[in-house]
């Protein structure tokens, strides 16, 4: 996957804003909080970070080409970084991200969610 195509999928889920940030991170939020983050790493390589389930994040950090988000997860929180596509190719990939977004949609308020037309399933 491309940067390009990372911002496009993340574009198209539900209420999504866009940032460059932290030294050029592609970072896409939800109600105003991260949901995923991206960018060039060393080589050129996209790399991806994204929240999940806990099950997913014990399972994915082991996983070769993933590691546990740099800075997130060493505070506790269940963030995957995907640095190479070895163990999870690109629909895979928009799957977590969807899924991340969901998570982190359903941890808003629910008067912010209710305003934005983000109801739980």
């Given at each position: 996957m491309r940067l390009e195509e990372y911002n496009a999928f993340c574009a198209s889920l539900p209420h999504t804003a866009h940032v460059v940030q932290w030294g050029?991170?592609?970072?896409w939020k939800v109600g105003g909080k991260?949901?995923?983050i991206g960018g060039q790493g060393e080589g050129g390589d996209l790399f991806v970070t994204f929240k999940c389930s806990d099950i997913a994040y014990d399972i994915l950090k082991e996983q070769p080409g993933l590691r546990p988000a740099p800075y997130l997860a060493s505070r506790g929180m269940k963030?995957?970084?995907?640095?190479?596509?070895?163990?999870?190719?690109?629909?895979a990939l928009k799957?977590?991200?969807?899924?991340?977004?969901?998570?982190?949609?359903?941890?808003?308020?629910?008067k912010l969610r209710t305003e934005l037309g983000l109801t739980q399933a």
């Open positions: 050029g991170a592609h970072v991260v949901f995923a963030w995957i970084q995907r640095q190479t596509h070895e163990s999870m190719d690109d629909a799957e977590y991200l969807a899924q991340s977004h969901r998570l982190v949609a359903d941890g808003l308020p629910k």
